[in-house]
T-cell receptor, first 115, second 111 residues
């Protein structure tokens, strides 16, 4: 099992540019989550999907952020246009089902720096 | 009501000592309380978890104590080792519908 795979690991971009973060969940997992981690705000849930359908996007900061899950093995988080305050580590996580014995499995994150 | 409070923010312990991290919640609908461990450059990983029908769970050097009436739970790391130095997050889950993390505790175990 390769775990949750995120790409790229690091992204440096200039303000105003479009950024796309990618995630491949663990095969068979039907829930996928996008989190943002900063020193000030900790781990924030941005959006989660169940069976490729967005369930709760209330954590998405603003319209500049969008997420898609076109199939069970791929999801993207897009920021357009990017701003310096978007600089953070973005994590993707997946889980099999929603019962208590199905933990979240995190990828190693994408560190985004917007200059 | 959806928040999980966690303390201390940072903790320094000597090798062999006991590390204790405390968490508190308000939402009585939470039914699952995991702890996640995160090393630099890595994503958080499940360490140990407990359900509210149990007051204590132990796995090796790691123990969760749970006080349902006080809505508090804590992580105890016995015989702390330098390799335990990491950030620890408590969390609470509501039947998979609302997974909330605490703000994290940065643990440093001195050799």
């Amino acid at each position: 099992d390769a775990g949750v795979i995120q790409s790229p690991r690091h992204e440096v971009t200039e303000m105003g540019q479009e950024v796309t973060l990618r995630c491949k969940p663990i095969s068979g997992h039907d829930y996928l989550f996008w989190y943002r981690q900063t020193m000030m705000r900790g781990l924030e849930l941005l959006i989660y999907f169940n069976n490729n359908v967005p369930i709760d996007d209330s954590g998405m900061p603003e319209d500049r952020f969008s997420a898609k899950m076109p199939n069970a093995s791929f999801s993207t988080l897009k920021i357009q246009p990017s701003e310096p305050r978007d600089s953070a580590v973005y994590f993707c996580a997946s889980r099999a089902g929603s019962s208590y014995n199905s933990p979240l499995h995190f990828g190693n994150g994408t560190r985004l720096t917007v200059t | 009501q959806q928040q999980v409070k966690q303390s201390p923010q940072s903790l320094i312990v000597q090798k062999g000592g006991i590390s204790i991290i405390n968490c508190a919640y308000e939402n009585t609908a939470f039914d699952y309380f995991p702890w996640y461990q995160q090393f630099p450059g890595k994503g958080p990983a499940l360490l140990i978890a407990i359900r509210p029908d149990v007051s204590e769970k132990k796995e090796g050097r790691f123990t969760i104590s749970f006080n349902k009436s006080a809505k508090q739970f804590s992580l105890h790391i016995m015989d702390s080792q330098p390799g335990d130095s990491a950030t620890y997050f408590c969390a609470a889950d509501n039947y998979g519908q609302n997974f909330v993390f605490g703000p994290g505790t940065r643990l440093s175990v001195l050799p």
